[in-house]
């Protein structure tokens, strides 16, 4: 089978199960490190026509991620387009399950049963939720908002989002307001945005920051068991 992927989370997933099947992944495909599978530009930018050149069985793709547009157009090439949506935990288990098993027709892999395990059994948040903000960019500055996978991993961990309830996912918020919002901690991840010691917790005198692996904290794939291992430590 020839698949490509225009999901980084999703390459990693099909790399460690069948590393063979990848034809062409995305410019932003990091994990794992020897993939050698072509390039067809970015998650938002794919070259369509370097695509259908591949003539893949198979395109795996994400709602978020992924533009409309050349979705359609892949599909109107006569391409088979898988579209997921990853907004919570147990729907990003089940997407991967999609993904490899009915998308890929592999047999269901065992880090993903591992993953779905770590995460079951980790104890359930007690006390009263820990107030934060996400920030995800500065420049300008935005949050996570409602309805995103890290929100999800956030909550299982005793973090609430407070812009969980804003109408937008990833709203800009002056700075001024993020730190007038109630927040008692900033989560500062390394991607989109690279934030570092030296470059975000200054913007938050009031809070203490929790520097994040972003990979841990926003892809869904064989990274999952890792986060459940890394992520509760990172966040006290």
């Known amino acids: 089978m020839r698949v490509v992927s225009l999901v980084p ?4 997933a099909v ?9 062409g992944v995305t410019d932003w495909c990091t994990h794992p490190a020897d993939l050698t599978a072509d390039r067809i530009g970015g998650t938002k930018n794919p070259d369509v026509a370097a695509i259908v050149a591949l003539a893949p069985d198979l395109v795996i793709a994400n709602e978020e991620e992924n533009r409309a547009p050349d979705l359609d157009a892949l599909r109107a090439a006569g391409l088979d387009v898988l579209v997921t949506e990853v907004r919570t935990l147990d729907q990003a288990l089940a997407e991967l399950h999609r993904v490899l098993v009915d998308g890929c027709g592999l047999a269901r892999p065992a880090w993903l049963d591992e993953a779905e395990a770590a995460w079951a059994a980790l104890p359930a948040p007690s006390g009263r939720p820990r107030p934060a903000v996400v920030p995800i960019w500065r420049r300008p500055w935005m949050v996570l908002g409602h309805d995103t996978f890290a929100g999800d991993l956030l909550a299982r961990l005793g973090v609430r989002n407070v812009y969980a309830g804003h109408p937008e996912r990833y709203p800009r918020i002056p700075l001024d307001e993020l730190n007038a919002s109630g927040a008692e901690l900033v989560v500062l991840p390394d991607e989109p945005y690279r934030f570092t010691a030296d470059d975000g917790p200054e913007a938050f005198p009031a809070l203490p920051a929790a520097l994040v692996d972003g990979r841990l904290l926003t892809w869904y794939g064989p990274s999952l068991a890792e986060a459940a291992r890394v992520l509760p430590s990172a966040l006290r």
């Open 9 to 12: 989370s999703l390459t990693e």
């Open 15 to 23: 790399a460690r199960t069948a590393p063979g099947l990848l034809v």
